[in-house]
């Protein structure tokens, strides 16, 4: 399947496909979206998209490699799926996993590690994992499948670059309604100048300070009167710390997807697409306004700057940092 035959995944086809073109593709990506919604089938023509032996930055289905993919034989392409019997993704499997993808890829030009119902992972199975998360093999993408996000470790989450499918879209988050309420301010203000972006990095600048005020809250704090040696409530306290960043980490990533795929749209727009080909469907008038007079260029460069923001946070970059190089590319 090529990329150009997906009708109900199209922005998400069209994402992939321009990450793939600017060899700016993530290690790690989370593709969430409900069953049947075509996670399977965009994790298979990715894998095939790169190994290919007859397109580039697609999958012609035909040729050896794209075969034996889509037959789940191809040497470089690794699948983890829950045992049948517990219907759980054990730590064997994972250790497994991890020596298959460590190898150097054989036959193909990358290697990819696909695992499907991710949220079935136990927990020592998803603690090994998150391991090889943090040390990503050499010329190897991850990808993980599910339908229940929610249920993966935060610190899991975070590391991954999301990609939603199927109606989990249109049920944003409050803080995503209000990123893209910024950005439809910011993408429709003409001419658009260094204030707006200084306003749009102050407004998300804002809610982002708000979302981690609220995991604070939220998080239990270490009993003040509980009896602890020094040591054990140092230990204690960083746990929670880390805990806390993970969380913060993973509704940050909700927030940035938003953006990511706000400017996707913005650019399919002015590729002359057609409104459900879009995410943000609902939206299909401010898409309109912020796309006039913007060149297919110009749109791709936006879409880029936000990538960047992306892959600066997830290497840690400091976050006002990071926000404001990158809002200022949107000028
Ligand atoms: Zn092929």
Redesign the pocket.
């Known amino acids: 399947m090529s990329f150009n035959d997906f009708t109900g995944s199209r922005d998400v086809a069209v994402r992939l496909q321009h990450s793939l073109q600017r060899e700016r593709l993530a290690h790690a990506h989370l593709f969430a979206g409900p069953r049947g919604s075509g996670k399977i089938a965009m994790a298979t023509t990715l894998a095939?998209a790169l190994?290919?032996?007859?397109?580039e930055h697609d999958?012609?289905?035909?040729?050896e490699?794209?075969r034996q993919i889509a037959e789940e034989t191809h040497p470089d392409v690794h699948w983890v799926r829950p045992e049948s019997k517990s219907r759980r993704i054990q730590i064997a499997q994972i250790r497994e996993f991890e020596r298959a993808v460590s190898l150097k890829a054989g036959t193909g030009r990358m290697k990819v590690g696909i695992i499907v119902d991710a949220d079935c992972m136990t927990e020592p199975a998803s603690n090994a994992f998150l391991k090889t998360l943090e040390e990503p093999p050499d010329r190897t993408i991850i990808l993980l499948l599910t339908a229940e996000p929610q249920r993966l470790l935060p610190t899991i989450l975070s590391r991954c670059l999301r990609i939603s499918f199927g109606a989990t879209r249109a049920a944003r988050t409050p803080e995503q309604e209000r990123a893209l309420s910024l950005l439809v301010e910011f993408t429709s203000a003409q001419p658009r100048g260094i204030v707006n972006v200084y306003r749009l990095h102050t407004e998300l600048t804002k809610l982002l300070v708000e979302m981690k005020g609220k995991i604070e809250e939220e998080a239990d704090e270490v009993d003040p009167h509980k009896e602890l040696d020094p040591e054990a409530r140092e230990k204690l306290e960083a746990e929670r710390a880390a805990q806390m960043e993970g969380e913060y980490r993973g509704v940050r990533e909700l927030v940035l997807e938003e953006i990511y795929t706000w400017f996707a749209d913005v650019l399919l727009c002015v590729s002359g697409a057609e409104a459900p080909a879009l995410a943000h469907t609902d939206r299909w008038a401010d898409l309109q306004r912020a796309a006039a007079g913007l060149s297919h260029e110009r749109a791709a460069a936006h879409l880029e700057a936000v990538e960047r923001i992306r892959d600066a946070l997830a290497r840690n970059i400091i976050e006002p940092f990071a926000l404001e190089v990158g809002l200022l590319k949107l000028i």
């Open positions: 095939q190994n290919c032996l007859q397109k999958a012609c289905g035909r040729c490699a794209c």
